[in-house]
């Protein structure tokens, strides 16, 4: 039943079956959160940075209706490529799109899913979505959060960026039961900084610890995800005081031009890039490369649990 919808590449395939660890990619990132050509760059660059450490790449997306897991280089070219012509695709969008043969890129949300409809564990990601600020007047929480809540894959992230209210997203987690780890860190990341006011609920400082906290949780059927704070190495991390206005100024962007729904996150991002040039973009970058590293070094612990 499954065969019909889901592909997972040969490489994919043979490395779960003898127990290899694998680690999954996000395809939104790609299409809606990078430009061209940084974005397919980037997404290839990932994938030899977890072949480096010992693990299997497996970007994740939706092509001509189809659930892949494990992209070719063409196919990442070509997401790359379409960039927003690709829809943009959440939990909630993954039976339109598949029934339609559409191409989709998969938020963190429906690569979760897919990665878990496959049997990988472990994910790497830039940023995650969030409970949005103002969430209490407009609901915006992202499915990412709910997601976490419910499929059972680790995501590693730098933190949330704050174009979300970074405490009600702690909150929220907390009321979902997914456990907040900070690797070598008791703060929450904030994406482009390494610190934020608040605290993750556990500092863990190595990928061994982190493997085992994954094994108990799933052989105990607490079910749902990880999430797993890795913050912005501090070279690359950027000045707090300077992103907060490039997004206030953003956000009172997207609310003057009336933006709405799934259309919000990927605004913010390309106007913060706008406002604060390659510079984010860049931090960017390396924040999803120690991502990708960090990932593949915790998925090799889990592998040999
Ligand atoms: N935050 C980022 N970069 C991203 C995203 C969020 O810093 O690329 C993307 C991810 O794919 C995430 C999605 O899953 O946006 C969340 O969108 P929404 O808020 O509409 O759920
Ligand atoms: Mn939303």
């Given at each position: ?61 939706i ?9 070719s ?33 998969t ?26 600020r103002?969430?209490?007047?407009s ?6 959060l709910?997601e ?18 970074l ?57 749902g ?33 009336g933006?709405?729904?799934?259309d ?17 973009l ?24």
């Open positions: 039943m499954l065969e019909k919808y889901l592909k997972i590449s040969p490489e994919v395939k043979e490395a779960l079956k003898n127990n290899k660890p694998v680690v999954a990619l996000e395809s939104t990132i790609i299409s809606h959160g990078m430009p061209y050509p940084k974005n397919a760059e980037t997404a290839l660059k990932c994938e030899e940075i977890i072949r480096d450490a010992g693990a299997i790449p497996a970007t994740i997306a092509i001509k209706g189809v659930l892949c897991v494990g992209l280089r063409e196919e990442i070219e070509y997401v790359a490529k379409e960039g927003k012509n690709v829809v943009k695709v959440s939990r909630r969008d993954i039976p339109v799109v598949v029934a339609n043969k559409l191409d989709g890129a938020t963190v949300a429906a690569t979760m899913y897919i990665a878990s409809l496959a049997g990988v564990k472990v994910f790497a990601t830039g940023g995650i979505g969030g409970v949005h103002g969430a209490e007047v609901m915006d929480i992202s499915a990412d709910d976490l809540g419910s499929t059972n894959v680790a995501v590693v992230c730098a933190g949330a960026k704050a174009i979300l209210d405490e009600k997203t702690l909150e929220y987690l907390e009321t979902k039961g997914v456990p907040v780890i900070g690797y070598g860190t008791s703060m929450l990341p904030a994406f482009y900084t390494r610190t934020s006011a608040y605290k993750v609920n556990y500092r863990m400082d190595s990928p061994l610890e982190i493997a085992k906290t994954l094994k108990v949780k799933w052989d105990l059927g607490l079910n995800g990880v999430l797993i704070t890795n913050p912005i190495p501090e070279e690359y991390s950027l000045d707090e005081d300077v992103m907060n206005e490039a997004i206030d100024k953003a956000i009172n962007m997207m609310n003057e031009a933006i709405k729904g799934k919000q996150t990927p605004f913010l991002l390309k106007t913060i890039v706008e406002l604060t040039g390659g510079n984010s860049e931090s960017n970058i390396k924040l999803v490369f120690n991502n990708c590293k960090l990932a593949a070094l915790i998925a090799k612990e889990y592998s040999n649990l």
